[in-house]
């Protein structure tokens, strides 16, 4: 069982066609998994164990050498290492430590699909969709960085929660990130706190920047390449 999940994480680093898996996994986290099941502890505790071994796969898979391999593990050991710790015992550094690694962790994660993304060969579709993915990730990053200052910073945020049992903190602020990534705002939840303020802004203008420079970027390149064939053909 095992080794038949790890061939299929395999497979979705070592294939291009895996960045379109990587969308639908992403997609169905974000808004089914999350929004539906959030509320169970258990289930969120399976979900991060599955990204954590997506996220070791593909260190397995990218990396260029035994010593780049190790040195990139280190990252997700130290966040599972804090996580672990911050259950039971909440100091100052311990959670701190615990959301400085884990937004190391999602930025490694970043790093590695942009690889593939930018791997040498003509621009696929697979491709533009892998940078959609990591626009995704930036929204999963974003909505634990919001959670993290809500958690630990009083009123940071004015946050009315609806009267559903599934509809958890992990799934507010996921929501709150999408419509803050794509700047469409609808003022049910609002930053007070100017640290959660700047982190908005910031969230914000990647929102705005991305799509227009790296997104945009990659579908005029694969249209480029789709032109190029049709004229060999």
């Known amino acids: 069982m095992i080794k038949k999940q790890y061939n299929f994480l395999n497979h979705l680093w070592n294939k291009e066609s895996g960045l379109s898996g990587m969308f639908v996994l992403l997609f169905i986290m974000h808004f089914v998994l999350i929004p539906i099941f959030g509320s169970y502890s258990s289930f969120m505790v399976i979900i991060n164990i599955f990204w954590m071994l997506f996220l070791i796969a593909g260190i397995i898979s990218l990396s260029k050498n035994k010593k780049q391999r190790v040195s990139f593990v ?18 100052p550094f311990i959670l701190l430590a615990d959301i400085i690694f884990t937004i190391a962790t999602f930025m490694l994660l970043i790093y590695l699909v942009l690889k593939k993304v930018f791997e040498p060969g003509p621009i696929t579709e697979h491709r533009v969709i892998g940078s959609i993915v990591v626009y995704m990730i930036l929204a999963n990053l974003w909505s634990v960085i919001y959670l993290f200052i809500y958690e630990h910073i009083p009123g940071a945020f004015q946050i009315t929660l609806p009267p559903f049992e599934s509809n958890t903190l992990q799934a507010n602020f996921m929501y709150f990130s999408y419509i803050t990534i794509t700047t469409t705002g609808y003022g049910d939840i609002f930053p007070l706190h100017p640290f959660a303020r700047a982190m908005v802004q910031i969230e914000a203008i990647i929102g705005v920047l991305y799509p227009v420079i ?11 390449n789709k032109a190029k064939q049709k004229q060999k053909q």
């Open 74 to 91: 280190i990252i997700p050991s130290l966040f599972i290492l804090f996580s672990w710790i911050s259950v039971f015992r909440q100091t």
């Open 214 to 224: 790296l997104i945009g970027r990659l579908v005029s390149d694969a249209n480029e």
